[in-house]
Structures are given as structure tokens and as C-alpha cells.
């Protein structure tokens, strides 16, 4: 029996529960809101949102592959064109696109043009450096950590901060082979 | 323990042909080699204590993993064997049939590895073992009290499981 074809994004979109944009855009935005009152330093609330990205995305990325079927990718290239496509087209319903591949072939740019998460917001000037969508890198790094690559996730462009879109730039750093988890003590 | 959302569970499940214990042994592991669920239905014969048992699983899934890609007469790339190898390379089993069982084995990318030990005339268990990774997903890692990367402990999944591995064929 050959295995199942991989499912485009679009369809497994057409096919889960969706929750109300608003709500989900607005309960963001009360996480935010509360992590700064709860934290006040900018950069404590930047980590925060990384880690707790980091949290769902090791979970996020088994119901990735239950639901879209896609195979082990076989390089980065291919890697980032299925985040891209499939991904976010999944869970946010949103289309990213992969562009300015360094030479190796190791670091490349996901361009978001729309984004759910900041409908209706805006920095305030006490906030300047707060990468407000910090979750999305936290979410991709710990997504690829389950898939053995190591990455580094940063923003480039961020629009709440006056550019044209939301950059995310993707490093991978390695790709961490596996290994016989049991030390030979028997 | 609640269950939140009423999502469908792609893909289907295949229509149960026989009803009754055809299985005998389910193994769910994770990358780390941690055992996250075992469940049993018919195993007369015990000789290891359940550590070395999954061990001993865990171990011959990952050799048997490592030696039939290495093997593999179409692959270009000629890596020695013994060498860890990169994900995404090489070809993947997907079951072994002796005269008293058949072991039908399914990893992820993720390296969550499904094992399901049945009698040998059981057919192609690959859409199967997918939705269990599928319910796997729905009832533990949606699950906000289940911490990853430790043994399973929900109820709602073991019976959901135990359901539809009876009603394999």
C-alpha cells in the first residue's frame, strides 16, 4: 500500500475547528499585556514569549506531522518551504514565503505579509523593543529542536515597529544526529 | 480527564474486520528511548522484567532502523555502518513477520515510534499505526497536564487505544 500523499495546506485548514480571529487575537494580546505588567522589563517579556513559543512548538510539531503527512524532509531548503506552505497555512491560515538563501544553503528569511496576531495593536513608545510576536521564533525553534535540527530564530523586520512586513530570520545551526540514548552499562 | 474539541481525526480509522484480541503488544517510545506507553493483551510468555524489555525494544528498532538503511541497494550515498545517521536519509522499515507474530513499526520525524506486535497474518498495518499517532496527538500532546517526554498516564487514551486495537482485523 503506498503511503498517503502529503496534504496541502489549504485542505487540512478547510478541515480543523477554527476558533474566532478576534478571540485569538485578543487573548494574545492579554497574555502580552499581562506579561508586561507582570514583568515590566522589555527583554524579560521577549525571553518570555521565546520560551513559551518553545513549549508549543515541541508539541506543535507531532500534530504537524499527524495531520500533513509530509515525509522527513530532505534538506533545510525543503524544510523551510514546508513551514512556509503548509505550517502556517495550517494553523494560522496565513501564507509566508522563503526568500534570500545564503550561499550554504543554512539561513534563509520566512516573509510574513499578513499576521492574525496583531490585528487592532500597537507599540506603545514605552515598548519600542518589544518583539511582539516573539512566539512565532520560539514556536519554529522548538519545532525544528523535535526534528533534530538546531536552529536560531530572530526577527528582521517587524511591522508594529514601521517596516512593511513581519521578517523572521531562520538559522540552522546544526543537525544533531541520533544516538543510542542507553549507555552500555550491561 | 476532559476532552476539549471534537476535531476529526484524519485520517479514518480502517473498518474494524474482526472483532476479538488479534494484538498482543503495543510499544509507543520517544526519541530519548523512554518507554511512553506499553500496553499488553495477550503475552503468555514474560522473560525479561519490563526495563530490560524495553530496552531490549528499543535497541533492536534502532539497529534493525540503522542496518536496513545502510543496506538499501537504491540508496546513492554509501555511509559506513555504525555511523549515526542523519534524519531524513536512507529508506525506513515497516514491519517483520516470524511464524508466531508479525511487528509493525512506525516512526515520526519526530522520533516517536509506534511498535505493534500482532499474529502473522495480519495485513498492512501502516494506516493503523498512523491513527494511533493521530489519536496520540489529540489525547496526550494536546493534553496541558501531560509533560513531554514522560510515561503517558491518561485514561481517556489508554481506552480510545485498547477500542481500536481490538477491532483490528
Not at chain 1, 121 to 142: A, H, K, M
Not at chain 2, 136 to 146: G, H, S
Request: charged letters at 20%; proline letters at 5%; hydrophobic letters at 35%.
Amino acid at each position: 500500500m503506498a503511503p498517503a500523499a502529503p496534504r496541502s495546506g489549504e485542505a487540512i485548514f478547510a478541515s480543523v475547528e477554527h476558533v474566532n480571529s478576534e478571540l485569538f487575537t485578543l487573548t494574545y494580546g492579554a497574555i502580552v499585556r499581562q506579561l508586561l505588567t507582570d514583568l515590566e522589563d522589555v527583554e524579560e517579556v521577549n525571553k518570555q514569549l521565546d520560551q513559551m513559543g518553545y513549549n508549543i512548538g515541541i508539541r506543535l510539531v507531532d500534530e504537524f506531522l499527524a495531520k500533513s503527512n509530509v515525509s522527513k524532509c530532505v534538506d533545510f531548503k525543503e524544510t523551510a518551504e514546508v513551514i512556509a506552505k503548509v505550517g502556517f497555512k495550517m494553523f494560522l491560515g496565513i501564507t509566508a514565503s522563503v526568500t534570500n538563501w545564503d550561499a550554504e544553503g543554512t539561513t534563509c528569511s520566512l516573509i510574513l505579509e499578513d499576521n492574525p496576531l496583531v490585528d487592532f495593536v500597537e507599540l506603545p513608545d514605552t515598548c519600542q523593543d518589544l518583539y511582539y510576536c516573539n512566539i512565532f521564533s520560539g514556536i519554529i525553534r522548538g519545532a525544528l529542536e523535535m526534528v533534530s535540527m538546531k536552529t536560531e530564530v530572530t526577527w528582521v523586520r517587524d511591522m508594529l515597529r514601521g517596516d512593511d512586513a513581519f521578517e523572521l530570520k531562520v538559522k540552522l545551526l546544526k543537525q544533531v544526529s541520533e544516538e543510542y540514548p542507553y549507555k552500555d552499562d550491561e | 480527564m476532559q476532552f476539549f474539541g471534537g476535531s476529526e481525526i484524519s485520517p479514518s480509522p480502517p473498518v474494524p474486520t474482526a472483532s476479538g484480541n488479534n494484538a498482543y503488544v503495543l510499544y509507543i517510545f520517544n526519541r530519548n528511548g523512554v518507554c511512553l506507553l506499553y500496553r499488553e493483551w495477550n503475552r503468555p510468555l514474560k522473560t525479561l522484567n519490563s526495563q530490560q524489555d524495553h530496552k531490549l525494544m528499543f535497541g533492536l528498532l534502532f539497529s534493525l532502523k540503522s542496518l536496513t538503511a545502510k543496506m538499501d541497494p537504491t540508496c546513492v550515498d554509501k555511509g559506513n555502518l555504525g555511523v549515526p545517521q542523519l534524519p531524513g536519509q536512507g529508506c525506513s522499515f515497516h514491519s517483520f513477520r516470524t511464524n508466531t507474530y508479525k511487528l509493525s513499526f512506525m516512526e515520526s520525524p519526530s522520533g516517536i515510534k509506534i511498535i505493534l506486535v500482532t499474529h502473522p497474518r495480519t495485513g498492512d498495518l501502516r494506516e493503523s499505526l498512523k491513527y494511533i499517532y493521530n489519536l496520540y496527538v489529540e489525547y496526550v500532546v494536546k493534553n496541558p497536564l501531560y509533560s513531554p517526554g514522560a510515561p503517558i498516564r491518561c485514561d481517556l487514551f489508554d481506552t480510545t487505544v485498547d477500542q481500536y486495537v481490538r477491532g483490528l482485523g
